[in-house]
Each structure stands twice: as C-alpha cells, then as structure tokens.
C-alpha cells in the first residue's frame, strides 16, 4: 500500500524538490547581478524530473577521513551542482556579467508559480484520497 502512495506522489515530490533547487539557482542569480564576471546558471528542468522520476534522486554522500582512532565517522551530503549549463546572454555586459535582471525575474516569478500549482495539485490529490479513505 505504501508502494502506492509513494509511487502517486513520486512525480510531484520530485518536482517539488527541483523547483526549490531552481529557485535557489536563479535567486543566486539575482543576487550576483552586480558581480563583475558572475555568470548566470540554471538547469534543464524537464530533463531532470524525467531523471529524477525514472531513477530516484541520487542521495551520495562523502566520507570523511579521521586522522585519530577516536574520531567519529561521518558523512557528508554531496550537492549536485555538476548538471548546471551557463545561460547565454542576449546583450553582453561590459564587467563580464551574463545576469539580465528582467530574464531572472521572469524565470524566478514562473519557477515560483509552478511551484505554488504543484502544491495545489498535491493538496488536491491528497483531499481526493482522504475522501475515498472517509465512511
């Protein structure tokens, strides 16, 4: 049963989780827009959800090295940062910058609208199953 549920909301978890990383991508962006020689990332959002969905998110972590018997092991979270592409401008700046303010904005006010219908298609599942589950 749980198989079922996970695998109902497998599609909006990942998108969910891909869009907060779009968002944190382009608000990065944003704030580097007056930093000489930034250049502007994203990603290919579509590309990455059918990844994301056909084969899980891929959790790797680090293993920290320990120089004394008595150290604790531990494990670190590695973020996946290597899929992002550089955009290209379609006016170049003189400092080097490829930001354009009005690009940013109109791909962090979209990210942030899907992001809020991909929470309302959630609620409304989850509303639909509560309702088949409730006498």
Avoid: C
Avoid at 91 to 118: H, I, K, P
Wanted: no cysteine; glycine share 2%.
């Amino acid at each position: 049963m749980i198989d079922k549920l996970d695998a109902a909301f497998r599609f909006h978890r990942e998108a969910l989780h891909l869009r907060a990383e779009r968002q944190e991508v382009l608000a990065a962006n944003i704030a580097h827009a007056d930093t000489p020689n930034y250049k502007a990332r994203d990603f290919d959002f579509g590309a990455r959800l059918s990844e994301a969905v056909e084969r899980g998110r891929a959790a790797s972590s680090v293993s920290m090295a320990t120089t004394s018997s008595r150290h604790l092991a531990g494990q670190a979270q590695a973020t996946a940062n290597h899929d992002l592409q550089y955009r290209v401008p379609h006016q170049s700046s003189l400092d080097g910058n490829t930001v354009e303010m009005d690009v940013e904005r109109v791909a962090f006010a979209d990210n942030a609208l899907r992001y809020e219908s991909n929470l309302t298609l959630i609620n409304a599942k989850i509303k639909s199953l509560l309702s088949a589950v409730q006498p």
